[in-house]
């Protein structure tokens, strides 16, 4: 029975999951719109999200390069891969952070967050209504 209930809520878990990952990357970047150098980071949601639901039965777990390396049990999921931005106009200091851009992928993801949660809101209202005895 848990296992079906799990199945029926991993897709949008992941969602979650990714979608918050990313907004943190995002948050990164605006803090840090000013720092000499630092590198604007983002992920591409579809490739992670495709990954994710693939990877060892649907869960995003931690990659670790050696022993006890992120060892940490019931961790929310990570991203695979952050990749970096190509600016479209250099500065001089070297920071690749461009604020328009980065504010309308952080304000995106927010929606697309909330969207997610209330998909799964509902979902988790609909799996209550079918197991309530009338």
Same mark, same amino acid.
Do not use: C, W
């Given at each position: =029975?848990? @296992?079906? *209930?799990e ?15 990313? $907004? ?7 803090a ?5 150098? #630092? ?9 992670? #999200?495709?990954?994710?639901? &693939?990877?060892?039965?649907?869960? *995003? ?8 390396? !992120?060892?940490?049990? %019931?961790?929310?999921a990570?991203?695979?891969?952050? *990749?970096?931005?190509?600016?479209d $106009?250099?500065?001089?200091? &070297?920071?690749?952070?461009? =604020? @328009? /851009?980065? /504010?309308?992928?952080?304000? @995106? ?7 997610? !949660?209330? !998909?799964?809101? $509902?979902?988790?209202q %609909?799996?209550? %209504?079918? =197991?309530?005895?009338?």
């Amino acid at each position: =029975m848990t @296992d079906r *209930l799990e199945e029926a809520l991993n897709h949008h878990r992941q969602a979650l999951s990714l979608r918050h990952e990313r $907004q943190k990357i995002l948050a990164a970047n605006i803090a840090n719109a000013d720092t000499p150098g #630092f590198k604007a980071r983002d992920i591409d949601f579809r490739t992670e #999200f495709a990954a994710a639901l &693939g990877r060892r039965g649907g869960r *995003l777990e931690l990659a670790a390069t050696a022993p006890g390396h !992120l060892a940490r049990r %019931g961790a929310p999921a990570a991203v695979g891969e952050v *990749l970096y931005r190509v600016p479209d $106009q250099a500065s001089l200091d &070297g920071n690749t952070v461009d =604020m @328009d /851009r980065e /504010r309308s992928a952080f304000a @995106d993801n927010s929606v697309r967050y909330q969207a997610a !949660l209330t !998909l799964l809101n $509902q979902r988790i209202q %609909g799996l209550k %209504g079918a =197991m309530a005895p009338e």
